[in-house]
């Protein structure tokens, strides 16, 4: 349907053209169809030349302006003859171009709003500005340049109010997904593509609107950030969304936005400062803030992290992640604390909210406990949306949406055991194999599902995934898959396949026999080597990329280098143990206090990070001199044997996971900086100030800890005998160390044959003529339970007093 015009060129004034082309662009409905004709395109392109020829100096003749230029932008927006036009004949365009320029360049003295200029510009975009020529391309990047200046004048900013920065907000993030050029050869092509055009005036127009866009951004997220408290919840929601546009690595040229450092500080500030004011919102209750509000806010953070994080671990601004370890604390506590089984407040929490929930629970290393038995309920509601079936959905969405899903229900403390999930087994195994066909995104998805499976169940009776059918054959696939993409991961400038991979591989390895066949495949093999490889001489360096540091994440490198320490009596000799505990050591010296900040800012992911690269650096020492090397690194005063600062605050700070504190206290006492005789006081502290699931003890939630906290109890009980210590640890805790010692100390190895380690320790005995025990253990808890050693030497007492 084309509208009628209400005024015609021929007896229209200036200022009654304007006034025309807003109204026009007024009567489009806010969700209008493109490519269809709303307008007499002869007519609206007589009109913009006639109100290019408003010549007043006023504010009204500025607002008419501006109206104007908006009203032709939202028709070129909807029909594309009219844009088509436009580009064709730009003579009026550019004339009501260059009168816009002018009034902008006086919107102070015009009494213009920032909300004024900024619809210029979203006007802008929307036109072929290019097809006008230079002089036309020049006085556009000043309409944009004034723009910007009016966004960071604070007298200017200060009376808009939370709606007018949200609107501004959303008209500038949708600067890189309008339309920028004509659609009339073809469909209309993203910014992206643009940039690779072959005008020179289009590349030059494309880029400075891009820069502003950026600029613009910046200013509003810092002016939006000092106005926070305005936001009502859902307001603060949608903030957030328009702001995530820009910044999805989708609407940027390829040099410029795809990847998530490039977020300026600003805009992650803002993101910052919405989870604390959630979090801080849900455990005061101020301004009514409920848990699907928070839930909403984390939602849409976990979109935005989402890219980053598959790369590097989490996103690496650091204020964002302790920010969001913050506000999944303040979720978490109001789901376990929740009365009722069914609570109202849980109704509202959609299977999507819940799986952003869980997946930036999983990102930030939440243990899954910390929901309490709450999370087990909402994760059972997510776990049934994901494997119920569903014809419509075609086979990769749903692939990706199961995957999703376990992992989310994974964090939420969701039982995954055929008891818990049935249908589990074949959903596992056929999501595995459609993943495997979607490129490296795909493969992602397909790591992080087999690491959560890897690492799920407790202690005493864990859930094996390897007792899926089917399951081992589509973990060697994606194993074999990894290796086939190393180049294509570097390019991208992925650090997390290989390092979660290993990991993966080094949990199911201590999961039975069938695990420890693992160790022998081909493909598990391969696996091993490329990581090792990465440890060793990163693939950076490699691919000859100078302009990259050499060194991995944090995240990444804790990973491999755990799961090479937790392993490495199967798969490692002494010469590649050897040159893996000088990298960590080397590694540890270097970058210890760096680490440690990364820990204390960014709170659970990295200071989980930080304890794993000690312990592997501690399991992979070989010599007196590596473990030496290792006490100073981390000793304040090796005179004294202090521990750095930074490593102090993470036993003392009350939001440190168990797990951290049980994992930092052996490799403390294992360097000699802390005494057997403290390790009862730090481990009472720790209970103190816990706040773990509404548990009356704090327990660990890996089994490698849970061994490592047998190995304390038994060293503090055989120290300072007498000491009491919580039931749940000692019944659960030495199981698990045997569990653990099964499979990391070459339980799978032949003891029988002439190689193997207990063999040749025999013989080395024998030969100093030295009465011994192989595989002793030496009590240090209730019922003799206490830890087994390689040998106990029997020295006869005289023999000792000399």
Partial sequence: MVAPSPVHDQVALPNEAAESLFKLGRTLPEKRPLSSPHCDVSVCTQLVSRAAQLTDS??????????????????????????????????????????????????????????????????????????????????????????????????????????????????????????????????????????????????AWHT?????????????????????????????????????????????????????????VSVAGLWTAALEEAA??????????????????????????????????????????????????????TIRSSDQENCPAFERLSPGMLKSMGLLAHFCAMP?????????????KLLASALEPNSVTSQTVKAKDAALSIVSAASLGGDLTSK??????????????????????????????????????????????????????????????????????????????????????????????EGLSLCHESDVVCLFQA???????????????????LSLALIPFSDALWAFARIADIILDEVARGVLSRIAVAACAENINWWGCLAVNGRAPYSAAVVRVLWAAV??????????????????????????????????????????VVSLTWVLVAVGVLSPRDVHAHLMKAHRQSSSASMSWPIPSEIWTWALLWELVVLAQVTVPGLSWPDVWVEHAARSWR????????????????????????????????????EAEVAGGPASRGVIVDAALRIPRSTADK
Avoid at 253 to 258: I, S, V, Y
Avoid at 646 to 653: F, R
């Fill in 420 to 513: 818990g999930a049935p249908d589990l087994a074949a959903t596992v195994t056929e999501t595995l194999k459609t993943l495997l066909n979607l490129g490296l995104e795909g493969l992602r998805y397909a790591v992080m599902l087999l690491r959560i499976l890897a690492s799920g169940g407790n202690a005493g009776d864990r859930f094996s995934p390897l007792r899926l059918p089917g399951f081992k054959g589509a973990a060697l696939s994606v194993a074999r898959c990894a290796t086939q993409s190393l180049r294509l991961l570097w390019q991208d400038g992925d650090e997390v396949v290989l390092a979660s991979l290993s990991c993966t591989f080094a949990l199911l390895t201590g999961q039975g026999e």
């Fill in 208 to 264: 400075a609107l891009f820069g502003s866009m950026d600029t613009m951004l910046q200013l509003l997220a810092n002016r939006c950030r000092q106005k926070l408290g305005d936001f009502e919840p859902t307001a603060l929601v949608m903030l957030l969304e328009a702001f995530r546009t820009p910044f999805n690595g989708t609407t940027f040229p390829p040099r410029q936005g795809a990847c998530m450092d490039a977020v300026p």
């Fill in 531 to 549: 990581a090792f490889g990465m440890l060793v001489r990163p693939l950076r360096a490699q691919c000859q990329d100078n302009e990259r540091p």
């Fill in 280 to 333: 801080c919102g849900l455990q005061t209750g101020m301004r009514k803030w409920s848990l699907a509000d928070a839930t909403e806010v984390v939602a849409k953070v976990a979109e935005i992290i989402e890219p980053g994080a598959w790369k590097v671990g989490i996103h690496p601004d650091l204020g964002l992640a302790a920010a969001s370890c913050q506000c999944l604390d303040a979720i978490a506590i």
């Fill in 368 to 380: 899954a406990c910390n929901f309490g038995r709450n999370g087990s309920q909402l994760a059972r």
């Fill in 58 to 203: 006023t504010t009204s003749a500025g607002h008419l302006v501006s109206g104007a230029l908006w009203g032709i932008a939202r028709l070129a927006q909807a029909d594309n003859n009219l844009f088509s036009a436009l580009e064709v004949a730009p003579n009026g365009m550019a004339a009501l171009t260059a009168r816009t320029s002018e009034i902008a360049c006086q919107w102070w003295d015009l009494g213009l709003s920032p909300m004024d200029l900024t619809s210029m510009a979203w006007s802008l975009c929307q036109l072929p500005i290019s097809a006008a020529g230079w002089p036309t391309v020049r006085l556009a990047i000043r309409i944009l340049d004034a723009t910007s200046a009016a966004l960071a004048d604070p007298r200017a900013m200060q009376p808009l109010s939370a709606i007018h920065l949200q609107e501004m907000v959303v008209a500038i993030a949708g600067f890189g997904v309008k339309r920028l050029t004509s659609p009339g050869h073809g469909d209309a092509r993203e910014a992206s593509e643009l940039m690779c055009g072959s005008s020179r005036c289009g590349v």
């Fill in 619 to 660: 399991s992979l020492c070989r010599s007196t001199a590596d473990l030496s090397s290792l006490r100073k690194a981390i000793s304040l005063d090796i005179k004294t044997l202090t521990p750095t600062p930074v490593l102090s605050t993470l036993l003392e700070a009350s939001w440190v996971s168990f797990n951290t």
């Fill in 739 to 774: 569990e653990e010692r099964t499979a990391c100390r070459g339980a799978g190895v032949d003891k029988k044959s002439s190689k193997s380690f207990p063999h040749l320790l025999r013989q080395v005995l024998k030969g100093l003529g030295v009465q011994h025990e192989l």
